[in-house]
């Protein structure tokens, strides 16, 4: 189970710092990523982070510099710090998981477990 938290309504520019927590599986055999939504939008790649041992991570060409994914797993819990936010970054936000990627995967249907999903609004 994924549960999001961390949305809300910033203004332009303002930082603001998702969170997803997962239990009952082991945290550290899963691939987490962000991916978000807007209205009337495909679910979109925004970063995604390997299991362990050195956390390589990936990033959408639109937050790049601007976000960073991370991951605590003695807390089982995976972070999208976003930094310089934008009104185009306005979506819901959801954290996904996979056991069985060996790259990170940038496409929702490559990741088994999703989140409920959390609503950032930025506007300007």
């Known amino acids: 189970q994924l549960q999001a938290s961390g949305g809300g309504l910033v203004q332009a520019g303002v930082p603001l710092r998702l969170s997803c927590a997962a239990s009952?599986?082991?945290?550290?055999?899963?691939?987490m990523g962000w991916f978000r939504q807007a209205p009337g939008k495909e679910r979109e790649f925004v970063a995604a982070i390997s299991r362990s041992g050195g956390y390589s991570t990936k990033y959408a060409d639109s937050v790049k510099g601007r976000f960073t994914i991370s991951r605590d797993n003695a807390k089982n819990t995976v972070f999208l710090q976003m930094n310089s936010l934008k009104p185009e970054d306005t979506a819901v936000y959801y954290c996904?998981?996979?056991?069985?990627?060996?790259?990170?995967?940038?496409?929702?249907?490559?990741?088994?477990?999703w989140g409920q999903g959390t609503q950032v609004t930025v506007s300007s």
């Open positions: 996904a998981a996979d056991p069985t990627i060996v790259l990170l995967a940038t496409t929702p249907r490559s990741y088994e477990y």
């Open positions: 009952g599986r082991t945290f550290s055999n899963y691939v």
